[in-house]
């Protein structure tokens, strides 16, 4: 069971242009959507996360959309510059001690 | 601070031998978890600790066994190797489970052959 759907799998985007990745979860309980960024050889790391109670958080060029009655959560990426190229995973889980399921990925490229 | 380090970086095993991957962080991290990676699958857990003394199994924990002696310390022993067992292995830990941030080791790549 997949309790987290993360699409693209696969992305390309122009560079200056913006990069949408887009998750969906099935468990109501869950409160916690971070957003994790891989590059090549390396191990994630927390780029962004976002808790139910606002529907959008923004970072830099970075920016959660929440739609919690929908059960879905999306990553903009505004600008995108060849640096952004990397893994996104997309995460969910409940608070308290219990852990995060994580979407299956989605590689970006930007092209110059 | 040094994080979370792993080691080591690669190895190549052959069907049926056994090792361990060692995991160990110097942020005084209650929660650690082992995950790995495959292609197009994203980030399984495999085992995770909420404490020394304490573990529990993730959603692939199958031909994994986990020991937790220390806060430091949280290996993972692969038993009788296969090759289902090829992936990028990554520990983490955090403060605590669920709405913290974990942080991750730079990986262990296993090919078993």
């Known amino acids: 069971q997949q309790q987290v759907k993360q699409s693209p799998q696969s992305l390309i985007v122009q560079k200056g242009g913006i990069s949408i990745i887009n998750c969906a979860y099935e468990?109501?309980?869950?409160?916690?959507f971070p957003w994790y960024q891989q590059f090549p050889g390396k191990g994630p790391a927390l780029l962004i996360a976002?808790?139910?109670?606002?529907s959008e958080k923004k970072e830099g060029r970075f920016t959660i959309s929440f739609n919690k009655s929908a059960k879905q959560f999306s990553l903009h990426i505004m600008d995108s510059q060849p640096g952004d190229s990397a893994t996104y995973f997309c995460?969910?889980?409940?608070?308290?001690?219990?852990?995060?399921?994580f979407g299956i990925g989605t590689k970006l490229q930007v092209i110059p | 601070n040094a994080g979370v380090t792993q080691t080591p970086k690669f190895r190549i095993l052959k069907i049926g031998q056994s090792m361990t991957l060692q995991c160990a962080q110097d942020?005084?991290?209650?929660?650690m978890y082992w995950y790995r990676q495959d292609p197009g699958m994203g980030l399984k857990l495999i085992y995770y600790?909420?404490?020394?003394?304490?573990?529990d199994k993730g959603e692939v924990p199958n031909g994994y066994n986990v020991s937790r002696s220390t806060t430091e310390d949280f290996p993972l022993r692969l038993e009788l190797a296969a090759p289902s067992q090829t992936s990028v292995y990554f520990c983490?830990?955090?403060?605590?489970?669920?709405?913290?941030?974990?942080?991750f080791g730079p990986g262990t790549r296993l090919t078993v052959t």
């Open positions: 983490a830990s955090s403060i605590v489970a669920g709405g913290y941030e974990q942080y």
């Open positions: 468990n109501t309980a869950f409160d916690y």
């Open positions: 976002i808790r139910p109670d606002v």
């Open positions: 995460a969910a889980g409940p608070g308290g001690y219990q852990k995060v399921t």
């Open positions: 942020m005084n991290h209650n929660y």
């Open positions: 600790s909420v404490g020394a003394g304490i573990t």
